[in-house]
T-cell receptor, first 113, second 113 residues
Framework: NAGVMQNPRHLVRRRGQEARLRCSPM?????VYWYRQLPEEGLKFMVYLQKENIIDESGMPKERFSAEFPKEGPSILRIQQVVRGDSAAYFC???????????FGDGTRLSIL | GQQVMQIPQYQHVQEGEDFTTYCNSS?????IQWYKQRPGGHPVFLIQLVKSGEVKKQKRLTFQFGEAKENSSLHITATQTTDVGTYFC?????????????FGKGTLLTVNP
């Protein structure tokens, strides 16, 4: 009965590199959400995806950030040419439907050197 | 856009005291959800309220949804050290297949033993 699986748990990148964060939703869930959290702050919505579709990306920065949820495999949040300001915890959540509670993964702590 | 305000931002109590956090939305909500995040952990779903004026209890926790479905509260009776963490409310709004969950900034509860 695996929950939402995120990897890696910790990721260190140098400025200018690419960061790829993976999320496998809970079994039976086809709705995936990505959030960003800075220390002692709330959860900032980034993007909402269903299989092969981006439903709402209103929280995604226009440049360098992209997300996908392919037919097979995990959802990927990709950050190109990372900068120090990208350092944060990135949480993925999944649900069985758009009005249903979200179940969160353990998060990926991204550090930019 | 939709805003969810949560107060207080911080609350420190002595073990055994009660605690309440309040959540207010700028618009009428479809439902409200509450999550708890322990320090260093990930958000964990606590409860969902859907009906106007709904009240739900989980042991020492009491959740209320306002009559106008714009505000909510979480009350903890006789706090324990295990209650430490950040409590987030999240308001759901939308229709059809296009819903959006907006998180408040959370209330950080610390408990002095």
């Amino acid at each position: 009965n695996a929950g939402v699986m995120q990897n890696p748990r910790h990721l260190v990148r140098r400025r200018g590199q690419e960061a790829r964060l993976r999320c496998s939703p809970m079994k039976g869930h086809s709705h995936v959400y990505w959030y960003r959290q800075l220390p002692e702050e709330g959860l900032k919505f980034m993007v909402y995806l269903q299989k092969e579709n981006i439903i709402d990306e209103s929280g995604m920065p226009k440049e360098r950030f992209s997300a996908e949820f392919p037919k097979e495999g995990p959802s990927i949040l990709r950050i190109q040419q990372v900068v120090r300001g990208d350092s944060a915890a990135y949480f993925c959540a999944s649900s069985s439907g758009p009005t249903q509670p979200q179940h969160f993964g353990d998060g990926t702590r991204l550090s930019i050197l | 856009g939709q805003q969810v305000m949560q107060i207080p931002q911080y609350q420190h109590v002595q073990e055994g005291e009660d605690f309440t956090t309040y959540c207010n939305s700028s618009t009428t909500l479809s439902n409200i959800q509450w999550y708890k995040q322990r320090p260093g952990g990930h958000p964990v779903f606590l409860i969902q309220l859907v009906k106007s004026g709904e009240v739900k209890k989980q042991k020492r926790l009491t959740f209320q949804f306002g009559e106008a479905k714009e505000n909510s509260s979480l009350h903890i009776t006789a706090t324990q050290t295990t209650d430490v963490g950040t409590y987030f409310c999240a308001g759901l709004k939308g229709g059809g297949s296009n819903y959006k969950l907006t998180f408040g900034k959370g209330t950080l509860l610390t408990v002095n033993p």
